[in-house]
């Protein structure tokens, strides 16, 4: 499994962004995926995830309603709409996936993760 993640920037308060996480090595069929974020010197938080091939999906209360997570199969990738950002949204975002169809919400139950994208917001 090799995750690519990408799509980050540097965007003004209010602004969107959509992060988008490939699979390289073989797409994501049978996978479920999420995305975490981190902040400096804060521990690695869980954002969104997805299951295969998608009919569920999980939320950071705190971020629901602003940010969404889908996916487009037949391109094996992973999307984290991001909209309406505030500058505590300043991150390094992961995606990451783990062998199980359904969601879940902590980092040790994903053992393939991509090399993170950076998000940063401007007041």
């Known amino acids: 499994v090799q995750l690519q993640a990408s799509g980050g920037g540097l965007v003004q308060a209010g602004d969107s962004l959509r992060l988008s996480c490939a699979n390289s090595n073989r797409g994501f069929s049978g996978l479920s995926v999420a995305w975490f974020r981190q902040s400096p010197g804060k521990e690695r938080e869980f954002v969104a995830a997805i299951s295969w091939p998608g009919m569920r999906t999980k939320y950071a209360g705190s971020l629901k309603g602003r940010f969404t997570i889908s996916r487009d199969n037949p391109k094996n990738t992973v999307y984290l709409q991001l909209d309406n950002l505030q500058p505590e949204d300043t991150a390094l975002y992961y995606c990451?996936?783990?062998?199980?169809?359904?969601?879940?919400?902590?980092?040790?139950?994903?053992?393939?993760w991509g090399q993170g994208t950076l998000v940063t917001v401007s007041s």
């Open positions: 990451a996936t783990r062998p199980s169809a359904a969601v879940a919400t902590t980092a040790t139950e994903y053992p393939y």
